[in-house]
């Protein structure tokens, strides 16, 4: 479990809560999630455009393996990583069914309000060393999960505009 702080009658970390949870939810700076996976056509889910490593499906699997794990790691002391790197990407370019993606898309918004709401939780010491971990904090592991998820937005817009599915 995360480290717990005393509470006061006032929060003075809510301005710095919210500035993560804007972070987490992006937006801001660059297209948020819902707009880089929204209405992406399932025919071009599992296409690796010339050029590119990666298929929008293998992307947006990546980002749900790292935030679940991030997640995890921030929050239980048992939690286990996958296997680096192999654990954190699919085994194939394309999806292994018609449902795949939409499930992933509703798992990575899960695991995202889950990060956002333990973030703006008063209770939670943001500064504290996670007891499991070896210097790693709530606050760092909230900066992570955004640094990491802004970078494969980035990435999911791209190869959407080299497969022709970005307007």
Same mark, same amino acid.
């Given at each position: 479990?995360? *480290?717990?702080?005393?509470?006061?009658? =006032?929060?003075?970390?809510?301005?710095?809560? =919210?500035?993560?949870?804007?972070?987490?939810?992006?937006?801001? *700076?660059?297209?948020?999630?819902? /707009? &880089?996976?929204?209405? #992406?056509?399932?025919?071009?889910?599992?296409?690796?455009?010339?050029?590119? %490593?990666? /298929?929008?499906? %293998?992307?947006?699997? !990546? #980002?749900?393996?790292? =935030?679940?794990?991030?997640?995890?790691? +921030?929050?239980?002391?048992? !939690?286990? +990583?996958?296997?680096?790197?192999?654990?954190?990407?699919?085994? /194939?370019?394309?999806?292994?069914?018609?449902? *795949?993606?939409?499930?992933?898309?509703? &798992?990575?918004?899960? @695991?995202?309000?889950? #990060?956002?709401?333990?973030?703006?939780?008063? +209770?939670?010491?943001?500064?504290?060393?996670?007891?499991?971990? @070896?210097? =790693?904090?709530?606050?760092? %592991?909230?900066?992570?999960?955004?640094? !990491?998820? $802004?970078?494969?937005?980035?990435? #999911?817009?791209?190869?959407?505009?080299?497969?022709? $599915?970005?307007?």
């Amino acid at each position: 479990m995360p *480290a717990k702080k005393t509470t006061t009658p =006032q929060d003075h970390d809510a301005p710095v809560r =919210q500035h993560l949870r804007d972070l987490l939810t992006g937006g801001h *700076a660059h297209a948020g999630f819902d /707009s &880089a996976v929204r209405n #992406m056509p399932a025919a071009l889910r599992g296409k690796r455009p010339h050029g590119a %490593e990666h /298929s929008p499906w %293998e992307i947006l699997e !990546h #980002m749900r393996i790292a =935030q679940w794990d991030i997640l995890e790691f +921030s929050r239980d002391p048992r !939690h286990q +990583s996958p296997e680096w790197p192999g654990g954190y990407w699919p085994g /194939s370019p394309a999806p292994p069914d018609e449902k *795949a993606w939409d499930k992933s898309v509703r &798992a990575f918004r899960r @695991d995202l309000k889950a #990060m956002c709401d333990l973030v703006a939780n008063p +209770s939670t010491d943001l500064y504290a060393r996670i007891p499991h971990g @070896d210097g =790693q904090t709530i606050l760092r %592991e909230a900066l992570l999960a955004a640094d !990491h998820n $802004a970078y494969h937005l980035g990435e #999911m817009v791209l190869v959407r505009r080299l497969l022709g $599915a970005w307007k």
